[in-house]
């Protein structure tokens, strides 16, 4: 059969081929005048469908967020409108080398912030795709089959009238575009929330760092501390087994009982005891330490020689308005607020109708042979296409709905984390100042309770006094001590403290 016979099925079949290779919209005359049209009528149903979107809120209206707070921290302390210490980086705002050295290998190895650096990725790359849907599509498409219709439809027919086989194949190959035109900007809006949301993820990190610097700081002052408290119950257990010799020795001399001999015992053997208690808060605490650095159980090197002696440096507070700029979870939830904005209107836009581009050009032929033949096998197509939601729109609504409301969430959530920063400030500024004034006082009764030990033993000595008073004397003595190393690492840790809630630690110096 010759070949120019089987010719008009293949013009017969051209919508087949836009929607088999191509997938595009078969062509149509006068398309970019009724584009314009569409457009006219697409603007005009959006203006009604708007005028309605607020009623599917019901009483759930948004409602504008609120950054405002006091102008000062109140008590002794006012503000000033000056550099805040949260602005230091960690290694300029923490002078010890040993704890500069945990922090810096914590920021390279923590697990923590390591899992936060994938959820930065993964948001970088949403923001990739979600700019990709407003971007013209080019796609390729090779096919090849073969197909039968059925003989008893008018094609069939038309075909068996025309000689045309049972089982005609066809070749074609081609491209195809497609291009949906952002009337609303939901494309681009969604980008834009992708972009936010991305921000937020690098602030999310960020609070972890300062956490994390944090949490390494407060764990190294109690590691310095519970090596003081063993130094210090040490001596006292030393002092305490002389004290007993001189009982046991008293007791031989006829001049103390065997009552006496046993409280003492008993108290050397209760401090004893207690010092293994601080010995393994001292192995959890190096090994908490070691968890945050990201590495195994070792010795944590340190100098707690002069923790007693260091006084905790003033913290520059700044202005609490800063805390909007300086607070990462802040800045977190101000992105977060942004992006839930955007999603309402992205929601919003679905209501309206959507207008997109379509367009095909290729190659397609029943005889491998002719299939680059032109123009014979040539084939295009170019469209438009307006579509809009009429009817069945519950998912649409619901959608605009739950955005609506999340977009509600984020403004309470902002305002929930901009209170808790600045109470989180206030908090601790009064721990610094009651610590201060603590101190002083619990440094007067160690060394008034110092000179009531010796003056307790002289008196023992002498007869003028019993066991017990040297006995409760020594063990308050102790206490003091202990309690003032205490209260020496509980300022440490306020003022690290301080220095988290006021939004430090996570900036470094930009890399050269």
Known sequence: MELDTREPRVTHEDGDLVHRALGACPPRRSVLRRARRGVTIALVGAVLLSSGCARYLE????????????DSYGGAY??????????????QFFSDPFLQALIREALDNNQELNIRLQEIIIAQNEIAARKGEYLPRLDAGVGVGVEKVGQRTSQGASDM????PEHLPYFGFGLSAAWEIDIWKKLRNAAKSADYRYRATIEARN?????IVAEIAE?????????????????????????????????????????????????????????????????????????????????????????????????????????????PDVRQASYELEA???????????????????AGVGYES?????????????????????????????????????????????????ERTLLLAFTEVVNYLRMVENLAAQFERQTVQVETL?????????????????????????????EAEMELIETRKQQMQARVGIYRALGGGWRREPAA
Not at 59 to 70: F, M
Not at 78 to 91: N, V
Not at 340 to 358: G, H, I, M, N, T
């Open 59 to 70: 009483d759930n209206k948004a409602r504008e967020v609120s950054r405002a707070v006091p």
């Open 78 to 91: 006012t503000g000033a409108a000056t550099t805040a210490d949260a602005q230091r980086q960690w290694d």
């Open 161 to 164: 009238a025309d000689g045309v």
């Open 207 to 211: 609070f972890i760092i300062t956490q």
């Open 219 to 327: 764990a190294y002052y109690e590691l310095l501390a519970l090596d003081n408290q063993i130094e210090v119950l040490d001596r006292n257990i030393g002092i305490q087994q002389d004290a007993l010799e001189i009982v046991k020795l008293k007791k031989e001399a006829a001049r103390a009982t065997e009552l006496g001999v046993q409280r003492f015992q008993a108290e050397v053997t209760k401090n004893q005891g207690r010092r293994f208690e601080l010995l393994q808060q001292r192995v959890e605490a190096e090994n908490r330490i070691n968890f945050l650095v990201g590495r195994f159980p070792q010795r944590v090197a340190r100098d707690p020689a002069k923790f007693m002696d260091t006084e905790p440096a003033p913290v520059n507070m700044g202005l609490p308005s800063q805390l909007l700029d300086n607070r």
């Open 340 to 358: 839930s904005k955007l999603d309402v209107k992205v929601a919003k836009a679905r209501f309206y109708p959507s207008l997109s581009l379509e």
């Open 366 to 414: 029943f005889n491998v042979v002719h299939l680059l033949d032109t123009p014979e096998s040539l084939l295009y197509n170019v469209a438009g296409n307006l579509t809009a939601p009429l009817l069945n729109r519950a998912a649409i609504k619901a959608d605009y709905r739950a955005a609506n409301a999340m977009q509600i969430q984020a403004v309470f959530n902002f």
């Open 450 to 478: 110092e000179q009531a030990t010796e003056t307790s033993n002289i008196l023992y000595r002498s007869a003028r006094a019993d066991y017990m008073e040297v006995l409760m004397t020594r063990r308050d003595s102790l």
